[in-house]
């Protein structure tokens, strides 16, 4: 069926680096756009980055601009969000979601793993 | 960015009734709206698109409505298994955003 896992959790030290995994299956995913979202009980969901099926759009919310970025690989099946310059902030669940086109919904989403940062 | 508001923040409903949320879009955003169920610690699952599509497998008692700036999501016949958060979601411009969720809670 139709999957999305997230890498494990992590902690991590403020304005350390992290590489967040998402694999897929179940579908072709050369052929669908995938977003990074988070998730933190005092800001609800953001909308983190997006990346086009074929790398050739990249969008990011201005919260993580210059500090994140979105990439993939269509060969492994896999999506990956490197961060780094990283604040308590940044703790959230991340969520890995698909979308058809830039342009539309996320219309499956993984099941989130959680990225802590503190000393 | 365009701000996306959701009302109200709760609501407590009893089994069998039906429920309207509310989203309101600072600025037209067409159709270009989702919603999204998130029961409690589940990831969000697509409920709706395009405003009123229904996504695949959601039930029928979930209808949506509205365009521009004005959307709801109707819940008729409210079941124990609909507890969980509502958000909308618009994609019509960047960056994507979020309402900040009704939670829907069960009598």
């Known amino acids: 069926q139709v999957q999305l896992v997230e890498s494990g959790e992590t902690v991590v030290q403020p304005g350390g680096s992290l590489r967040l995994s998402c694999r897929a299956s179940g579908f072709i995913f050369s052929r669908y756009g995938m977003h990074w979202v988070r998730q933190t009980p005092g800001k609800g969901l953001e909308w983190i980055a997006l990346?086009?099926?074929?790398?050739?759009?990249?969008y990011y919310a201005d919260s993580v601009k210059g500090r994140f970025t979105i990439s993939r690989d269509n060969s492994m099946n896999t999506l990956y969000l490197e961060m780094s310059g990283l604040r308590p902030e940044d703790t959230a669940i991340y969520y890995c979601?698909?979308?058809?086109?830039?342009?539309?919904?996320?219309?499956?989403w993984g099941k989130g793993t959680t990225v802590t940062v503190s000393s | 960015e365009v701000l996306m508001r959701q009302s109200p923040a709760t609501l407590s409903v009893s089994p069998g009734e039906k429920v309207t949320l509310s989203c309101r879009a600072s600025q037209s955003i067409s159709s270009a709206l989702a919603w999204y169920q998130q029961k409690p610690g589940q990831a969000p699952r697509l409920l709706m698109y395009g405003a009123s599509a229904r996504a695949a497998g959601i039930s029928e008692r979930f209808s949506g409505s509205g365009s521009g700036t004005e959307f709801t999501l109707t819940i008729t016949s409210l079941q124990s298994d609909d507890l969980a958060i509502y958000y909308c979601?618009?994609?019509?411009?960047?960056?994507?955003?979020f309402g900040q969720g009704t939670k829907v809670e069960i009598k």
């Open positions: 990346i086009s099926f074929d790398i050739s759009d990249k």
């Open positions: 979601a698909r979308a058809l086109t830039p342009r539309s919904y996320m219309d499956v």
């Open positions: 979601q618009q994609y019509n411009s960047w960056p994507r955003t």
